[in-house]
């Protein structure tokens, strides 16, 4: 029940991040979704809860793309920019007569698009050009990379984004092959523009279409979640993928049990750090400066002490996390309190800061700055290390 709850807030919180009003997801609903998409999910099944989560997302993702279907079946004219009609007329024109046109002609087309209206002309060149070499018995495989990226460039460079999501499509019309290669063009895009809706519709299309993620997509979504400031979205997604076994390198790890402490959620750091011992990896810094912030919030200061005493060798990156741990951690940690109770947080915090400090100085490892005097003392948005 825990594992379906999880899910089923995941998808309800990416709901509403692909609409402009919140959508109910109730739990009739959900029951509906999961009974109809509980397939696994290609090499990425084993154990009983594997791919379940994705398996959810599945659902919910052709519900989405059927959607998009219905409104490209929708006729209209279509109009794009002079050069890119153009290239269109000429394209179709050459189509028309059953032959085959310059292998120039379609890569340039798609270079030259500068507007959504470019971009549909681009889509039905290509959905024409397939047709034609399908019927012509030339079609022996679909578009190579090349044409694949210069479709999705031309989509990102004339602020169509979403559109390149029908490259990822696994029956689509227009000859590309769904892969984790257009994915992560889309999620560096996202990425970029810090675009969590559009990053999370990728990561939607690409489990409807059984395009399976990777340690590299896993790399861009979670920096993605944590350049976007919503570490929920990163934790939340962290689990999902690490459930559906995308491995983690030890920098990815580093930025998820940090998150997990900055957002003073405990049992996610003891839970994130059990990740990194099955996979047989030594404490960083960075993951033993969070098993310190999630002991100093269970009331263990002195043991904070000695996790940071025992594993941080590193002298120089350990006095910068240190300072950040006394400066800018309580900031984050207060932001979401209320006024009422943010004094007495603060308070508390302080005095199990301080014990932590003097056990550090009584163990030869003095902090590099005076906690009591420093004590959210720092600016909240100037965090990179911690």
């Given at each position: 029940?825990?594992?379906?709850?999880?899910?089923?807030?995941?998808?309800?919180?990416?709901?509403?991040?692909?609409?402009?009003?919140?959508?109910?997801?109730?739990?009739?609903?959900?029951?509906?979704?999961?009974?109809?998409?509980?397939?696994?999910?290609?090499?990425m099944?084993?154990?009983?809860?594997?791919?379940?989560?994705?398996?959810?997302?599945?659902?919910?993702?052709?519900?989405?793309?059927?959607?998009?279907?219905?409104?490209?079946e929708?006729?209209?004219?279509?109009?794009?920019?002079?050069?890119?009609?153009?290239l269109?007329k000429?394209?179709?024109?050459?189509?028309?007569?059953?032959?085959?046109?310059e292998?120039?002609?379609?890569?340039?087309?798609?270079?030259?698009?500068?507007?959504?209206?470019?971009?549909?002309?681009?889509f039905d060149?290509?959905?024409?050009?397939?047709?034609?070499?399908?019927?012509?018995?030339?079609?022996?495989?679909?578009?190579?990379?090349?044409?694949?990226?210069?479709?999705?460039?031309?989509?990102?460079?004339?602020?169509?984004?979403?559109?390149?999501?029908?490259?990822?499509?696994?029956?689509n019309?227009?000859?590309?092959?769904?892969?984790?290669?257009?994915?992560?063009?889309?999620?560096?895009?996202?990425?970029?523009k810090k675009?969590?809706?559009?990053?999370?519709?990728?990561?939607?299309?690409m489990?409807?279409?059984?395009?399976r993620?990777?340690?590299?997509?896993?790399?861009i979504?979670?920096?993605?979640?944590?350049?976007?400031?919503?570490?929920?979205?990163l934790?939340?997604?962290a689990?999902?993928?690490?459930?559906?076994?995308?491995?983690?390198?030890?920098?990815?790890?580093d930025?998820?049990?940090?998150c997990?402490?900055n957002?003073?959620?405990?049992?996610e750091?003891?839970?994130?750090?059990?990740?990194?011992?099955?996979?047989?990896?030594?404490?960083?810094?960075?993951?033993?400066?969070?098993?310190?912030?999630?002991?100093?919030?269970?009331?263990?200061?002195?043991?904070?002490?000695?996790?940071?005493?025992?594993?941080?060798?590193?002298?120089?990156?350990?006095a910068?996390?240190?300072?950040l741990?006394?400066?800018?951690?309580?900031?984050?940690?207060?932001?979401?309190?209320?006024?009422?109770?943010?004094?007495?947080?603060?308070?508390?915090?302080?005095?199990?800061?301080?014990?932590?400090a003097?056990?550090?100085?009584?163990?030869?490892?003095?902090?590099?700055?005076?906690?009591?005097?420093?004590?959210?003392?720092?600016?909240?948005?100037?965090?990179?290390?911690?």
């Amino acid at each position: 029940m825990q594992g379906a709850r999880r899910v089923e807030a995941l998808v309800q919180k990416i709901c509403n991040r692909l609409t402009s009003s919140p959508v109910a997801i109730t739990h009739e609903s959900f029951v509906v979704l999961r009974s109809g998409h509980g397939d696994d999910w290609g090499p990425m099944a084993g154990a009983s809860a594997t791919a379940k989560g994705f398996a959810d997302l599945r659902g919910l993702g052709r519900m989405w793309m059927s959607a998009q279907a219905a409104q490209e079946e929708e006729k209209e004219v279509l109009t794009g920019g002079v050069e890119v009609q153009r290239l269109y007329k000429q394209l179709i024109e050459t189509l028309g007569k059953k032959r085959m046109p310059e292998a120039s002609k379609l890569p340039y087309l798609l270079k030259s698009c500068a507007s959504p209206a470019d971009v549909k002309l681009a889509f039905d060149a290509t959905e024409r050009l397939r047709d034609l070499k399908a019927v012509q018995g030339q079609q022996k495989a679909n578009f190579n990379r090349r044409m694949v990226q210069l479709m999705v460039e031309a989509c990102i460079q004339s602020g169509d984004a979403h559109s390149a999501l029908k490259t990822l499509w696994k029956k689509n019309p227009y000859g590309f092959t769904p892969a984790v290669y257009q994915a992560h063009l889309l999620l560096k895009h996202a990425r970029e523009k810090k675009d969590l809706k559009l990053m999370l519709q990728v990561l939607k299309t690409m489990v409807t279409n059984d395009v399976r993620p990777v340690p590299a997509t896993a790399d861009i979504i979670l920096r993605t979640c944590k350049e976007a400031g919503d570490m929920e979205l990163l934790l939340q997604l962290a689990k999902e993928l690490h459930i559906n076994g995308v491995q983690f390198d030890e920098t990815l790890f580093d930025i998820i049990i940090s998150c997990a402490a900055n957002s003073g959620d405990v049992k996610e750091v003891h839970e994130v750090q059990k990740w990194r011992e099955r996979r047989g990896l030594n404490h960083t810094v960075p993951s033993a400066i969070a098993l310190a912030k999630a002991s100093v919030l269970e009331g263990n200061p002195k043991e904070a002490a000695q996790v940071i005493f025992d594993n941080c060798t590193d002298l120089e990156k350990r006095a910068r996390y240190l300072s950040l741990m006394i400066q800018v951690w309580p900031l984050q940690l207060s932001a979401k309190l209320d006024e009422s109770s943010k004094e007495k947080f603060l308070e508390e915090l302080k005095e199990k800061l301080l014990v932590m400090a003097d056990t550090l100085h009584e163990l030869g490892s003095a902090l590099p700055l005076n906690a009591n005097e420093q004590f959210a003392k720092g600016k909240q948005g100037h965090s990179k290390a911690a």
